[in-house]
């Protein structure tokens, strides 16, 4: 069963630090998801790419945030300086068009 | 303002009976929704998908409901068993393609 596999699944670091996480699509997907779940605001996208275009990231901080697809098979997305109020748990999921997406397992990020 | 609205509070029911989830939304027009489950530590898994001009899908012991004039969905699950508690999230197509927009999600529990 094909899966949408994410690494780290927990990262824990001070603050200031860069994290990166990685994401490894279904094969054959064209559109990438990246998103962040908090209690408080429940899951929110963040970016999203099609054929490894961005297509949106409006839903990103700019100043520390950046997400790119360097090739078809790993997303990553980083965040430079990180903060406390990155603390979150972070999902990749892909899909194909109007179809549903699949997710991964997440990594939970926590920002000292 | 966009909003998806889904029951805040936990929904406790016993097993065997029916559970029924709400999905509200305003100022949207989605083509189509989605109902995600996602169960503790683990990403969201895609369960069902309706589209703008369907009234009604099923699936084994779901059933989803979309009435675009009173803008919502209501999700069915007939003769609940403990193992679909879970927390249950609805999600609207936002912007073309599969972007999608979700609510915060409603945790189930079936009880013996």
């Known amino acids: 069963d094909a899966r949408v596999t994410q690494t780290p699944r927990h990262k824990v670091t001070e603050m200031g630090q860069e994290v990166t996480m990685r994401c490894q699509p279904i094969l054959g997907h064209n559109t990438v998801f990246w998103y962040r779940q908090t209690m408080m605001q429940g899951l929110e996208l963040l970016a999203y790419f099609r054929n490894r275009a961005p297509l949106d990231d409006s839903g990103m901080p700019k100043d520390r945030f950046s997400a790119e697809m360097p090739d078809a098979t790993l997303a990553t997305l980083k965040i430079q300086p990180s903060e406390p109020r990155d603390s979150a748990v972070y999902f990749c999921?892909?899909?194909?068009?109007?179809?549903?997406?699949?997710f991964g397992d997440g990594t939970r990020l926590s920002i000292l | 303002s966009q909003k998806i609205e889904q029951n805040s509070e936990a929904l406790n029911i016993q097993e065997g009976k029916t559970a029924t989830l709400t999905c509200n939304y305003t100022?949207?027009?989605?083509?189509?929704l989605q109902w995600y489950r996602q169960d503790p530590g683990r990403g969201p898994v895609f369960l069902l998908l309706?589209?703008?001009?369907?009234k009604e899908k099923r699936k084994e012991r779901l059933k989803v409901t979309f009435d675009t004039t009173l803008k919502q969905s209501l999700f069915h699950i007939t003769a609940s068993q403990p193992a679909d508690s879970a927390t249950y999230l609805c999600a609207l197509e936002s912007g073309g393609g599969n972007k999608l927009t979700f609510g915060t999600g409603t945790q189930l529990k079936v009880e013996l």
């Open positions: 309706i589209r703008e001009n369907e």
């Open positions: 100022n949207y027009s989605p083509a189509y």
């Open positions: 999921a892909s899909g194909s068009q109007e179809q549903p997406q699949h």
